[in-house]
């Protein structure tokens, strides 16, 4: 499964965007894609995911509230609306996928995921 994520960019302090994430292959019900995201020198951390049947969604306490997944399941697609940005989110954002076998606990979890994206990198500016 290849991943191609797009819509990175640089965005003020309290601005928005999008990132999708397109999968090659389609995605089980109970399959998950999710976003992880890696700042200059920290470790990569999760972000938000979603189970692809049921409503599953899970977020990292630092986005509840502010990112929004979402998915498109005909275009095999995962979305992250990020509002109300701050500079602490400014990373390299990954997206992160398994076509089956994710049950919800590991939802969270790097481990669960067995494809990855590229990366794009957001960048927030005050």
């Known amino acids: 499964v290849q991943l191609q994520a797009s819509g990175g960019g640089l965005v003020q302090t309290g601005g928005s965007l999008r990132l999708s994430c397109a999968a090659s292959e389609g995605i089980a019900s109970n399959g998950a894609m999710a976003w992880f995201r890696q700042a200059p020198g920290k470790e990569r951390e999760f972000v938000a995911a979603?189970?692809?049947?049921?409503?599953?969604?899970r977020y990292a306490d630092s986005v509840k509230g502010r990112f929004t997944i979402s998915k498109d399941k005909a275009k095999n697609t995962v979305y992250l609306q990020m509002n109300s940005l701050e500079s602490e989110d400014t990373a390299v954002y990954y997206c992160?996928?398994?076509?089956?076998?994710?049950?919800?606990?590991?939802?969270?979890?790097?481990?669960?995921?067995?494809?990855w994206g590229q990366g794009t990198q957001l960048t927030v500016s005050s």
């Open positions: 992160a996928a398994s076509r089956y076998g994710v049950i919800v606990s590991q939802l969270r979890e790097s481990g669960a995921y067995h494809h």
């Open positions: 979603s189970r692809w049947s049921g409503s599953y969604d």
